[in-house]
């Protein structure tokens, strides 16, 4: 008697359990991707974006993008006391290891304009949620490069390169409210920025220019502590101290902070119009900032 053995059954009965598992995961991916609710999605983050910066949100164009992604172009951000802004596109996709693991995770990644090399100013995120309606809670994860801040800050702003990392937690409610309940970490780098036509009492500053500006915040629930807050420039140094009060919309966001000014050489060639005695090179000057993001007040 012969006893013949099959290697290659054999190779393909190791095989089997692993083509079973994919074949799965594909079935799952593509019932997921049918029966997925990507306008009401879409819709969502539209609005919750709205309702978080204050800013309407309009996109000309949506569609779908595989596996499970939602991608928007030619956006327009703007409110009705400031001008618009435009974003070149904004994509989101769910996370399938998230979601198999009982989260709602959404990475995104957001271009913008205004840079010499194409797609270098962007943001990108990740949000993971304990539901698609964003209740409970949610934290963010982001990055950001290259954003030029004259589309989002002028007058005041005339120029500034941003970089920022941020991390922060907040509780979603059943109202569409956010609660600001949890850590968060905010870093901040501005580069060759200028800042113009700054109100100072009755008068305004004149224009100020700073090669870096670096800001550091600690969140715990609806307060932020300054950290580290300073910049140098030839208009001189500028350095402060003080506290944020997260509120939604964020533009509403409560400012205290006191900021010190050591006024360089070109600061005492352009103060020569002010209501204040001659600052020579060298000299400091405190300023008070209060109010809110949107309306910040400065006092001398």
Known sequence: MTLRLSWSGLANSAKEPLLWTVAGILCF????????????????????????TGWNVRAADWSVELPLGVAWRDVTVSQSTTAS????????????????????????????????????ARATGTVTASS??????????????????????????AKGLLRADVDHAWIGNSDGTVS????????????????????????????LAFN?????LLCHNDHCDVKEFNGEGPDGSISGQGKFRLTQPIQQTELELTLTVQAGAGWAQKS????LPPLPPGTSLTFKVLGTVANPKLSV
């Open 29 to 52: 991916v593509g019932f997921l991707f049918l029966t997925f609710p990507f306008q009401a999605l879409q819709a969502r983050i539209l609005s919750e974006i709205t309702r978080a």
């Open 85 to 120: 802004f435009p974003i070149e596109s904004m994509s989101m996709t769910v996370g399938l290891w998230g979601q198999l693991m009982g989260h709602r995770v959404l990475d995104a990644l957001v271009h913008f304009p205004g840079s010499a090399q194409p797609g270098a």
């Open 132 to 157: 698609w309606s964003f209740q409970g809670p949610t934290t963010v994860k982001a990055h950001l490069q290259q954003i030029d801040l004259s589309l989002f800050l002028r007058p005041h702003v």
């Open 180 to 207: 600001f309940k949890g850590d968060g970490t905010w870093r901040v780098e501005v580069a060759d920025l200028t800042l113009e036509q700054i109100p100072a009492g009755t008068s305004r500053l004149p224009s």
């Open 212 to 216: 870096r500006v670096m800001l550091t």
């Open 272 to 275: 020569a119009g002010l209501p």
